[in-house]
């Protein structure tokens, strides 16, 4: 996966779902998930000049699209209320292999997802 992936959505929009692949970087091959769990984070970013902390919008349990071993894609499908915060936010998702090992995804960078205003 890149070092950045963006994403623009309109607020309360639940669909598509967001996919990313992954490949390693040692071999351009799906990592061996094989019994691995996902989940995705989505950070809210406080606004320029704040003294507020990120805010955690989402962390929630993502999927390992199938067959794991040839695909590489991590899935998350937007739930009611995901979206409604307008702006610019934060995203990654973590793998927890079978061994427990936990790798986070993009590697260097986010998942850059944007909510704006539809037409009304």
């Given at each position: 996966?890149?070092?950045?992936?963006?994403?623009?959505?309109?607020?309360?929009?639940?669909?598509?779902?967001?996919?990313?692949?992954?490949?390693?970087?040692?071999d351009?091959?799906?990592?061996?998930?094989d019994?691995?769990?996902?989940?995705f984070?989505?950070?809210?970013?406080?606004?320029?000049?704040?003294?507020?902390?990120?805010?955690?919008?989402?962390?929630?349990?993502?999927?390992?699209?199938?067959?794991?071993?040839?695909?590489g894609?991590?899935l998350?499908?937007?739930?009611?209320g995901?979206?409604?915060?307008?702006?610019?936010?934060m995203?990654?998702?973590?793998?927890?292999?079978?061994?427990?090992?936990?790798?986070?995804?993009?590697?260097?960078?986010y998942?850059?997802?944007?909510?704006?205003?539809?037409a009304?």
């Amino acid at each position: 996966m890149a070092k950045n992936y963006e994403r623009t959505m309109k607020v309360g929009d639940t669909g598509p779902a967001l996919r990313v692949c992954v490949k390693q970087a040692s071999d351009g091959q799906a990592p061996d998930w094989d019994l691995a769990s996902a989940r995705f984070f989505l950070l809210q970013i406080p606004p320029y000049g704040s003294d507020d902390g990120v805010t955690e919008l989402i962390n929630a349990v993502a999927a390992i699209e199938a067959p794991a071993a040839t695909s590489g894609a991590l899935l998350y499908d937007w739930q009611n209320g995901d979206t409604d915060v307008r702006g610019r936010h934060m995203g990654f998702f973590q793998v927890t292999d079978q061994a427990g090992k936990v790798e986070t995804y993009p590697e260097e960078g986010y998942i850059w997802v944007t909510f704006e205003d539809g037409a009304v």
